[in-house]
């Protein structure tokens, strides 16, 4: 079992900055790819960055991907996500999850986090 807290998210202007937390427990962290995902009110989840477990490999969303960072400290079992020039667009609640081969799907993902809230005001 791996246990996952989010913490980070929070309201923030358009064109604002935060950085959300990942922290995890129980098996050991390094083992496995870390995704962030995000579900707006009425939508599905979608995918929006992952890390390899060893933070040598990173992928994006085409929405994000300038705009946003997905970086790991594996000392720390933490995973982050950096975002930058937020949009109305981008309010969401965000998940991380722990994977163990690695995916851009939901469905590859073994493990999830409650989820924080992330608000983008215009």
């Known amino acids: 079992q791996v246990q996952l807290v989010e913490s980070g998210g929070g309201l923030v202007q358009a064109g604002g900055s935060l950085r959300l937390s990942c922290a995890a427990s129980?098996?050991?962290?390094?083992?496995?790819?870390m995704g962030w995902f995000r579900q707006a009110p009425g939508k599905e989840r979608s995918f929006v960055a992952s890390?390899?477990?060893?933070?040598?490999?990173?992928f994006y969303a085409d929405s994000v991907k300038g705009r946003f960072t997905i970086s790991r400290d594996n000392a720390k079992n933490t995973v982050y996500l950096q975002m930058y020039s937020l949009k109305p667009a981008d309010t969401a609640v965000y998940y991380c999850?722990?994977?163990?081969?690695?995916?851009?799907?939901?469905?590859?993902?073994?493990?999830w986090g409650q989820g924080t809230q992330v608000t983008v005001s215009s």
């Open positions: 999850a722990a994977s163990r081969t690695g995916s851009n799907s939901p469905s590859g993902y073994d493990y």
């Open positions: 129980g098996r050991t962290f390094s083992n496995y790819a």
């Open positions: 890390i390899s477990w060893s933070g040598a490999s990173t």
